[in-house]
Each structure stands twice: as C-alpha cells, then as structure tokens.
T-cell receptor, first 113, second 114 residues
Framework: AQKITQTQPGMFVQEKEAVTLDCTYD???????LFWYKQPSSGEMIFLIY??????QNATEGRYSLNFQKARKSANLVISASQLGDSAMYFC??????????FGKGTMLLVSP | DGGITQSPKYLFRKEGQNVTLSCEQN?????MYWYRQDPGQGLRLIYY???????QKGDIAEGYSVSREKKESFPLTVTSAQKNPTAFYLC?????????????FGSGTRLTVV
C-alpha cells in the first residue's frame, strides 16, 4: 500500500519569499511517480509538477521545483518568489505501478503582502 | 478545449433521496475516477474505471454507485445508504492508471444534505 504524509497543516510566507512544503511517501514499489497539485478556494485541482522515481534530476516548472530525496523518501515542493495568487491548498500525491493516485491531507499556504 | 465538466456545481439533497453527479470528459482518456474531499481529510477514492463497462471500488465505495456506459461519461450516484454525503466531490481522468500519468480534474460538485 502507498502512503503520503504532509505534516504541515498550514504555512505562512511573505510575498516574494521562497517556501518549502513537505511531503514524505512510503511504497515498496521501485517504480512510482510523485505529483503536486494546487487547489485554490474555487475547488479545482491544478497540476503543478511531476517527478518519476527513476529521474536523475529534480523536476522544475517555472517557480516550482521538487526537491526529491529518494533515500529519505521525501518530495518537497519549493515555491520561489511567492505571489499572493499562490495562496491555496497544496496536495502531494503518488502513484506506484498501476495503482490509483494516493493523496496526502494537504497543506494550506497563505501568502501575505 | 479539452477538459472535464462536472455538473452541477452546487447540489442540495433531502435526506433519503438518491442524487446523481455528472462527469463528462472530452480528453479521450481511458481511466476515470471519483474522489470525495472533506475538510482535513484530503482526497479519498470512491470508485474508478479503467475501461468502458468496467469499474472498481475505491477506499470508500459504500453508499455510492457508478456506471461507465460511454468512454466520455462516468456518473456517480450518491444513494440514501450513504450516511454522511455532505462533501465536495471531484471527478478526474487520466490516459491510464499507470503511475507515469497524472490526473486531470473537473471543478467539483459541492453536495449538501438538507
């Protein structure tokens, strides 16, 4: 079985600063994918970034990067230069083999001016 | 533009009534999913379907039913057997259930039992 743990229920950051959202995972499958999604107050889930278990380099997408530490089973999301529009709920998720996506409980990020 | 459409956005139901949530996709994805979201609980899988006319129970299938008669459509029925149906429901689709593919989500339906 797969498990995703997000230990930060809420995070605060000032505009233009960087912030790291933590995610640890557990799986016995050697092949897996890690995802981050953003959920604004409107409710839709927006895909941010993906990291495959065999990828050698950390994934980056614009201001988002994924700090992948395989030995520690962590996949932290780093948002650089935070913006007010980054205020939202953030979910880490994992899919291993042919299993469905398993989600963490999420971290609420608030960006202040 | 391709995407997933969920309707309605808000739904009110009286206790004891069945209600059906609609989910339609035009992405030509084979796999479709229904998740339930409660505050502080994250997303929990209700049902998923990998191909037409086939579906599997997720972690919290009790009190729910689905059908997959067309590739594009995966409606969810919340039955009167669901003890606590008030929640936010998200539909998603993916090319397959292989781990390399993320999901595309609809905008959700907020169901309230009155």
């Amino acid at each position: 079985a797969q498990k995703i743990t997000q230990t930060q229920p809420g995070m605060f950051v000032q505009e233009k600063e960087a912030v790291t959202l933590d995610c640890t995972y557990d799986t016995s499958d050697p092949s897996y994918g890690l995802f981050w999604y953003k959920q604004p107050s409107s409710g839709e889930m927006i895909f941010l970034i993906y990291q495959g278990s065999y990828d050698q380099q950390n994934a980056t997408e614009g201001r988002y990067s994924l700090n992948f530490q395989k030995a520690r089973k962590s996949a932290n999301l780093v948002i650089s230069a935070s913006q007010l529009g980054d205020s939202a709920m953030y979910f880490c998720a994992m899919s291993a083999g042919y299993s469905t996506l398993t989600f963490g409980k999420g971290t609420m990020l608030l960006v202040s001016p | 533009d391709g995407g997933i459409t969920q309707s309605p956005k808000y739904l009110f139901r009286k206790e004891g009534q069945n209600v059906t949530l609609s989910c339609e996709q035009n992405l030509n994805h084979d796999a479709m999913y229904w998740y339930r979201q409660d505050p502080g609980q994250g997303l929990r899988l209700i049902y998923y379907s990998q191909i037409v006319n086939d579906f599997q129970k997720g972690d919290i299938a009790e009190g729910y039913s689905v059908s997959r008669e067309k590739k594009e459509s995966f409606p969810l029925t919340v039955t009167s057997a669901q003890k606590n149906p008030t929640a936010f429901y998200l539909c998603a689709s993916s090319i397959s259930t292989s781990g390399d593919y993320g999901y595309t989500f609809g905008s959700g339906t907020r169901l309230t039992v009155v």
